[in-house]
């Protein structure tokens, strides 16, 4: 039996993005949340560092602008940013009205400084519990809202569109093991980003950026996929189990030392370890080559040991199970997959080419980050354009459905579990190992060869989960490599050793995907 949902939005993906699109929307119409696990499963969640927003006297949009810009290279779409860096206050301000309370020293905001900002801007909660605090906060509004109806352990395997207009999608519960058909005038992908194909990364592995597959297999544009961000100071534990430590850790003071004690980030930039974090992932990635090492240090020793225990609590309690003590002790880090910068090609409003489909936060692109995020940038997009996708949706919701039908009937074969587990680690591995910080054509290459081989044992079986789960994986992977193979060039955190320099005619390309004149497929 198929059930069929009808609401005026349906939200796919529960992190910022998703709780606050389904926040506003609960306003105008009735509201579908979707997430495959429950609400507190997302990047969101983990996000440490906290909100970038000019709020203070001595900082201005203009300044944020600059410095968006700046860690881009060259890539950032300029209105896009500009939207950013102007409505990001706004939307922070309404947010304190509604009473969420961020971290105070006395009646100021405490703000955090992190690389490639020339301001103290970055606004946290429970000291590096940002993600955690905001998510709880927003859960509780979802909660009490008589339009928001939540569907965990929710799988949407299908969009369901239809001459170029999207009318819902064809979703799995896992606890009920039924079909589910949701229909709706507007549906908004947030489904956040695809780090977790690597096997280092600072996301949670379910984030294997299932709405870039849903969206590429439905014909729309995927953008600039190559530029995956990799945060400088993932911890380094020997079993490969990682976490963040924050670069507000850098921001307070915190050095980078190699195997012999010296500061190196110094020898890279002026800025040294409040670089851009292409910069700092790449002079980390030299170091570590050059000295045969896995890891380098983060020393705070020489910072005010109160503080770091009451603002970084979360990362001195999880060091301390490795018996590492912040406080006294070289914190072992190197670099893990963080963010994936590309994603479904959006206007201004988080509108795509298909009627009625919208794509938010980190899923899509929109084009502020350029080649390179600017540190806590990330939750400030995903306030910024889920708001102008609910404004942007409105000339919809009152819109009679004349498409909700259709049905798509799903199953899953527990027997191939164990199988396709096994591939989903190969895929980590081959990521890690040849589409990691610094790139070349002939690894690419191999890369892409073994992922296109890597289901050739497997018998795929039409509308099951594990099958479409590694027909979306082999896409995502594919997509990431054949955007590094594609661009010939080194810039922000596409790092190309065969081709060091940046690329004017590259540069060009991109500047006319940000005006929306061509929308070219790099991944043909
Ligand atoms: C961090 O706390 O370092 C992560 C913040 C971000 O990725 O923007």
């Not at 709780?19 to 997302?42: D, I, M, P």
């Not at 703000?111 to 927003?138: A, C, M, P, Q, S």
Request: hydrophobic share 35%; charged share 25%; glycine share 8%.
């Amino acid at each position: 039996m198929v059930n069929r949902i009808i609401s005026d939005y349906i939200i796919i993906g529960s992190g910022l993005a998703g709780l606050y699109a389904a926040h506003l929307a609960s306003k105008f119409g009735t509201v579908s949340l979707l997430t495959k696990h429950s609400l507190q499963t997302s990047s969101t969640y983990w996000a440490q560092g906290g909100i970038a927003s000019a709020i203070d006297e001595e900082d201005s949009p203009e300044l944020h602008f600059e410095d968006t810009i700046r860690a881009g290279r060259g890539l950032c779409n300029e209105n896009a940013v500009r939207i950013l860096v102007s409505e990001g206050p706004k939307r922070i301000n309404e947010f304190i009205s509604d009473g969420l309370s961020f971290d105070k020293i006395g009646n100021s905001y405490e703000l955090g400084l992190e690389g490639g900002h020339t301001r103290r801007r970055v606004l946290h909660l429970g000291g590096n519990e940002t993600g955690r605090f905001i998510v709880e906060f927003l859960s509780q509004r979802i909660k009490e809202s008589k339009n928001i109806t939540v569907f965990e352990n929710f799988l949407v395997h299908n969009l369901n569109i239809n001459d170029k207009i999207c009318y819902g999608c064809f979703a799995y519960s896992w606890n009920k093991k039924t079909d589910y058909t949701f229909s709706s005038s507007v549906t908004l992908i947030a489904t956040g980003g695809a780090a977790g194909i690597y096997k280092r990364s600072t996301n949670p592995h379910s984030s294997i950026g299932d709405g870039i597959s849903l969206a590429y297999k439905a014909g729309i544009d995927v953008i600039n996929m190559e530029f995956i961000q990799f945060h400088p100071t993932a911890f380094y534990y020997e079993t490969g189990k990682t976490f963040l430590i924050s670069e507000a850790v850098r921001g307070e003071g915190a050095y980078l030392l190699d195997k012999n004690g010296k500061r190196f980030m110094k020898d890279f930039h002026q800025s040294a370890e409040l670089a851009p974090r292409d910069v700092v992932s790449k002079g980390i990635f030299q170091v570590m080559k050059e000295q045969n090492v896995e890891y380098v240090f983060l020393s705070l020793s020489h910072l005010d040991n109160e503080k770091i225990k009451t603002r970084f609590k979360n990362i001195y309690e999880a060091s301390l199970k490795y018996k590492i003590d912040l406080t006294k002790d070289l914190i072992p880090v190197s670099p893990a997959a963080h963010y994936t910068i590309g994603g479904i090609g959006t206007g201004l409003n988080g509108e795509t080419k298909i009627a009625g489909l919208y794509a938010i936060g980190e899923v899509a692109y929109t084009g502020v980050h350029g080649a390179n995020r600017l540190a806590s940038n990330s939750l400030l997009e995903c306030l910024v354009f889920s708001f102008r996708a609910i404004e942007d949706s409105l000339k919809r919701i009152n819109n009679n459905l004349s498409f909700a039908n259709g049905t798509q009937e799903y199953f899953v074969d527990n027997d191939v579990n164990s199988l396709y587990l096994k591939l989903k680690h190969d895929v980590h591995n081959i990521m890690n190992r040849s589409v990691g910080i610094v790139r070349a054509k002939k690894s690419l290459e191999d890369a892409l060869e073994l992922i296109n081989q890597i289901d050739s044992g497997w018998n795929y079986k039409k509308n099951e989960y594990y099958s479409d789960r590694l027909k979306s994986l082999k896409m995502v992977a594919s997509l990431v490599i054949k955007g590094a193979i594609c661009r010939e060039e080194s810039r922000g955190c596409h790092i190309r050793i065969d081709f060091p320099k940046e690329d004017k005619i590259l540069y060009n390309i991109n500047q006319s995907i940000n005006a929306g004149i061509t929308r070219i497929k790099l991944y043909a």
